[in-house]
């Protein structure tokens, strides 16, 4: 019998939004039990700090020192995360003796597979340090190198949840709603990923600058206006949703620009719209018909485009926790599941699931002591 490790894992999106912390007890392979979990917000200030290191990040060549506005922003990043788990460790009762590792997503601040570039802040050695925990970082990196487009990663941890779920109709489809929206088709042991457009990041973005809110709270300002269908065909006909998986995206791939001309209401309806018919086109690339559609991540939360999404796909829409999951942590208990796999030198990625050419394992592993 495989060996069962308690793992904590730690992910901060591409909403750039806060921390997801989760507790697992997992094999890496069958065996995936959730256990406690939090969720730590990001103050003003390291949010600002973030938008800045993705602006710079864009201008830094490959191999050129890192600038102090990333480097600070990192270390923000390591030690709020350190922070994190200090208080998932006293909310489960456990100490850092408890815990064999913690998978360590860092932030995303670029991602450019075709260049086979993608950067992920956040420094594990240093986290093991504040932490007293093992910890595995730098999932993408390996994958992006061999010529895969280093997302989505989550695929295999969604198809063992599935597999452990009984009486769920298939094909089961997983979709993730955070910065990028990004799918995982489960059919047996068929298992198809990729990012199927923006999710999240525009309509925040929109929503930021036109009201000084983070979010649209549950959609309530796009349930307010009227979708340009002229605009959102526009934003349809993009090259990217013909393209054929494996396929990835970066956080500023997807903007507001196209519905900068509208008010706000309707800037955020149009941009709601357009996530929805985004993931609802996911279907064109699909072996067969879904029968079950179940939604992960913030967008979840999003009333008007759950609403979107059940009038677009016409079957059955469920929020994660409809399978008995819990959705704002389903990610962060995916890189807990990952490091286990990791540690074992097992597969991180598909060819069905990043393009890579083989099944290939990645990761690094920082030691505490």
């Known amino acids: ?4 490790l308690k793992v904590i894992g730690l992910m901060s999106g591409t909403s750039l939004d806060g921390i997801d912390a989760a507790l697992v007890e997992t094999d890496g392979v069958d065996l995936a039990v959730p256990g406690t979990a939090l969720g730590v917000s990001y103050d003003a200030e390291t949010r600002q700090t973030l938008r800045a290191a993705l602006e710079d990040a864009r201008t830094v060549a490959k191999g050129a020192a890192v600038p102090y506005p990333i480097r600070n922003a990192e270390r923000r990043v390591t030690e709020a995360h350190a922070d994190a788990v200090t208080l998932l460790l006293r909310k489960a009762g456990f100490s850092p003796r408890d815990v064999a590792l913690i998978g360590f997503h860092g932030q995303t601040i670029l991602h450019r597979p075709e260049e086979r570039r993608t950067w992920q802040i956040g420094d594990g050695a240093l986290l093991a340090r504040l932490s007293g925990i093992d910890v595995v970082n730098d999932f993408r990196s390996a994958d992006v190198l061999a010529g895969g487009q280093g997302a989505p990663l989550a695929p295999l941890y969604h198809a063992a949840l599935v597999h ?3 009486g769920v109709s298939s094909p089961v ?11 995982t088709y489960v059919d047996g042991e068929v298992i198809l990923a990729f990012d199927t457009g923006p999710g999240n990041a525009p309509i925040d973005d929109w929503v930021l600058r036109n009201t000084g809110n983070p979010i649209d709270e549950s959609g309530a300002l796009a349930r307010t206006g009227t979708v340009d269908d002229r605009i959102l065909q526009r934003m349809l006909d993009d090259d990217f949703f013909g393209r054929r998986p494996p396929k990835s995206l970066d956080r500023m791939d997807f903007g507001f620009a196209a519905v900068a001309g509208l008010s706000p209401k309707d800037g955020a309806a149009t941009l709601t719209a357009f996530t929805a018919a985004a993931i609802a086109k996911s279907r064109e690339h699909f072996p067969r018909g879904a029968a079950t559609w179940i939604v992960c991540g913030g967008g979840r939360h999003n009333q008007t485009l759950m609403d979107e999404l059940h009038k677009r796909l ?3 829409v469920l929020p994660a926790e409809g399978m008995g999951w819990n959705g704002d942590f389903v990610e962060a208990e995916a890189f807990a599941y990952l490091a286990v796999r990791s540690l074992k030198g097992l ?3 598909l060819p069905t699931t990043t393009g890579v050419a083989r099944p290939l394992s990645g990761g690094t592993l920082n030691r505490a002591k």
């Open 164 to 166: 452990q779920k009984k």
């Open 347 to 349: 597969p991180l990625s």
């Open 173 to 183: 489809v997983i979709v993730n709603i955070g910065g990028v929206a990004n799918v």
């Open 314 to 316: 016409e079957v059955p």
């Open 1 to 4: 019998m495989a060996e069962i």
